[in-house]
């Protein structure tokens, strides 16, 4: 892939791609080529960002002022372009964010199934009829779009986190501004062409590139901006919501996850030492929602820490456009630094490396971000290991003396997003589900992941207590209004 005239202009404002002009430039370099340039993105200014909402807004009356059916059509529209474009799309994502091949591919899928879903919503039930009580006024509810938006996108899910939030913001009749994550822009700027060719009036979605501290701050504090949907880091995460609070928008927050696979007695060893490696080392864990604990009962946890420890030494640490990558680089320098910090954190606090623990800077490796798949057991349950989000491909064996246990240790940290049980049991199984404090929950099930016509989000300092995906869109990109009509 050659970097195209696109990837220069990764800001569009009231249907007009941003030419650099005067402002700062900042250049994109591979993950996994750090010589090898991906695009330039523009560093906007709180000006433009001004400008941004300001033609949101202008559009906004006009939007929500369409038959849902209408606007479903572009959104339907948006994703046949999208599937005719997944391969050039996919390749782009692995290129600029380091994400093996298949993995990007089924990403972007999940991008147009998203669009295809929620332009379906344009046809669905928005509100309910009630009983009046003189018995010959109609009371009823219905739901209005909350006005300007503000999406701000994380890079580890480029093409499908954006969609999940843009498609649900703009059926409801809400206008867009969108600030994706640093790592993410060029992705984003290629997803913002498809839906300029698939009709969409200017103003709907406004793509903004820049730094957190200028565009994002501006995006927070705009008056005009009514809600603000915001997925990253809890230490962010908290700052939005003070700043929107403060001017009273509405905030919704998907955060951090220290995820745990429990792993009882009586499961199946093979099985569950499959599927927590897959989750915890497929994207390089750089998803929220990676398993990055395993809690193992006694029993079993030598035998259950041989087949993970096999299965880890196993895997290939390649180029993620070979099509039979598993394991890539991860996202950047930053990223790089903080995950091997991590893990040399570990170690002076006592716990064992078992397989890798390693960066790779040999041969092809030398101008990329590779880290080895790692395995510690010996983790303390106030040690950082088990208690901070490592957001890379590290795993943590923690032993339980028995469900109970298991669920103290799996509960004993601030995040509640994704958790997930082995065993054969039944009755253990609904045990885990009533206690464990957890958003997502699943049973002989990876952490990661979760169908897109269900609610996700989390428990704890995961989310704002709000949903994402489904029909839970609607709680939050839209209001109730009540209506009576006294004939």
């Avoid at 750090?34 to 939007?63: H, K």
């Avoid at 064992?352 to 960066?359: I, K």
């Avoid at 009533?434 to 992941?449: D, H, P, R, S, Y």
Wanted: aromatic share 6%.
């Amino acid at each position: 892939m050659t970097v195209t005239g696109i990837i220069e202009r990764t800001s569009y404002i009231d249907g007009h791609w941003i030419e650099p002009g005067e402002r700062n430039i900042k250049e994109h370099y591979s993950p996994l080529d750090t010589e090898r340039l991906v695009g330039r993105s523009i560093q906007l200014t709180a000006s433009d960002v001004d400008a941004a909402v300001q033609g949101a807004r202008r559009e906004l009356p006009r939007w929500s002022g369409l038959a849902g059916m209408e606007r479903a059509s572009f959104l339907f529209k948006a994703a046949q372009l999208l599937e005719e474009r997944k391969e050039e799309l996919a390749q782009l994502l692995t290129l600029e964010m380091g994400k093996p091949i298949g993995e990007a591919r089924g990403e972007v899928q999940r991008a147009v199934l998203l669009f295809r879903y929620y332009a379906g919503e344009g046809m669905r039930g928005i509100g309910e009829v009630l009983p009046a009580s003189d018995g010959v006024s109609q009371l009823y509810t219905t739901r209005v779009p909350l006005g300007v938006v503000g999406l701000i996108t994380p890079w580890n899910f480029p093409a499908a986190i954006p969609v999940w939030k843009l498609a649900p913001a703009i059926i409801f009749g809400n206008t867009v501004v969108w600030k994706p994550a640093e790592h993410a822009v060029i992705t984003a700027a290629r997803l913002m062409q498809l839906l300029e060719e698939s009709g969409l009036p200017p103003g709907v979605v406004q793509l903004v590139s820049g730094s957190g501290s200028v565009v994002g701050q501006r995006l927070l504090e705009h008056p005009q901006v009514t809600g603000i949907s915001f997925t990253g880091s809890d230490m962010v995460g908290r700052e939005v919501a003070r700043q929107a609070s403060a001017r009273h928008a509405k905030y919704q927050l998907e955060m951090g996850g220290k995820n745990s696979t429990i792993v009882l007695a009586d499961a199946d060893l093979e099985r569950a030492a499959d599927t927590i490696i897959s989750a915890a080392m497929r994207s390089a864990g750089q998803k929220c929602t990676a398993t990055s604990r395993v809690i193992v009962e006694k029993p079993v946890r030598e035998r259950l820490t041989s087949l993970l420890v096999e299965k880890a030494d196993s895997i290939k640490l390649s180029n993620p456009q070979e099509e039979d990558c598993y394991l890539g680089p991860v996202v950047s320098k930053g990223q790089y630094e903080s995950i091997l910090e991590s893990i040399e954190r570990g170690l002076q606090e006592g716990a064992r490396v078992l397989a890798g623990g390693r960066a790779r800077t040999e041969g092809d490796f030398a101008r990329g971000y590779y880290i080895e798949p790692t395995v510690f057991d010996r983790v303390e349950p106030q040690s950082y290991l088990a208690q901070e989000e490592v957001f890379g491909p590290v795993l943590a064996i923690m032993e339980a003396g028995d469900l109970d246990h298991a669920l103290e240790l799996a509960n004993g940290v601030r995040y509640g997003l994704a958790a997930s049980v082995f065993t054969n049991s039944q009755k253990q199984a609904q045990r885990f589900i009533n206690g464990i404090e957890a958003g997502l929950v699943k049973v002989n099930g990876e952490t990661a992941g979760v169908e897109l016509q269900a609610p996700f989000g989390g428990m704890k300092l995961s989310s704002s207590y709000s949903r994402e995906q489904g029909r839970a869109a609607i709680e939050f990109f839209t209001q109730v209004k009540t209506v009576l009509v006294t004939p």
